[in-house]
Structure formats: structure tokens, C-alpha cells
């Protein structure tokens, strides 16, 4: 299945004359293509399928469906290894801040 996830937008820069975005989708960090949203600003989120960012989004919508599609499995699917990479680098910290 190929899902349209929500990312926030980290960097912006352009490469070969396209509007590229680095964009982190809750620890997994991928490059994206901005042509469809060029007004699109570091620190708005937007709905991304294959690598194009398509929608811009607000950042409460953008948590609840990664927080469901995280819950639902369905980003284990979608990105394998690296979101259970991420996921696992997050637990040592959120155990360090209880202490």
C-alpha cells in the first residue's frame, strides 16, 4: 500500500531549479518535492504521496493521522525499517525524561 502521510517541513532549498523540502514524518525523515505547493514554509506540514508534497495541512490534523496510522500499524508499512529505527531511538529518551 502506498499512503499519503502528513510531514513537517524541516528545510527548504532548490535543486536543478525544483523546490525540494526535507520533511520529517514523526522521526523518519525523507526528501520531498514541493512544485505543487510552492508557497509551502518550513514548519507547515503538508500530506505527501510518493515523495510530492500535495496538501498543505494544519499541525493538529497532521498529529491525529500519524498518531492513527502509527497506531494502526499502517506506517510500519509504509516506511519498514526506518519508522521502527526512529521509534526505537525515541524510547530511550522518553525513558530518560521520567526519570
Same mark, same amino acid.
Given at each position: 500500500?502506498?499512503?499519503?502521510?502528513? !510531514?513537517?517541513?524541516?528545510?527548504?532549498?532548490?535543486?536543478? !531549479?525544483?523546490r525540494?523540502?526535507?520533511?520529517?514524518?514523526? !522521526? %523518519?525523515v525523507?526528501?520531498?518535492? #514541493?512544485e505543487?505547493?510552492?508557497?509551502?514554509?518550513? +514548519? =507547515?506540514?503538508?500530506?505527501?504521496? %510518493? +515523495?510530492?508534497? #500535495? /496538501?498543505?495541512?494544519?499541525?493538529?490534523?497532521?498529529?491525529?493521522? *500519524?498518531?492513527?496510522?502509527?497506531? *494502526?500499524?499502517?506506517? /510500519? =508499512?509504509?516506511? !519498514?525499517?526506518?519508522?521502527?529505527?526512529?521509534?526505537?531511538?525515541?524510547?530511550?529518551?522518553?525513558?530518560?525524561?521520567? /526519570?
Open positions: 500500500m502506498c499512503l499519503a502521510v502528513p !510531514g513537517k517541513v524541516m528545510e527548504i532549498e532548490e535543486r536543478d !531549479g525544483t525540494m523540502a526535507t520533511v520529517d514524518f514523526g !522521526g %523518519v525523507k526528501e520531498v518535492c #514541493l505543487y505547493l510552492p508557497d509551502l514554509a518550513v +514548519g =507547515e506540514y503538508a500530506i505527501v504521496h %510518493v +515523495g510530492f508534497a #500535495l /496538501q498543505r495541512l494544519d499541525e493538529e490534523s497532521a498529529r491525529r493521522t *500519524l498518531a492513527l496510522f502509527e497506531e *494502526l500499524g499502517l506506517l /510500519q =508499512e509504509e516506511f !519498514g525499517d526506518a519508522w521502527e529505527a526512529a521509534a526505537d531511538q525515541d524510547r530511550p529518551q522518553a525513558q530518560e525524561a521520567r /526519570q
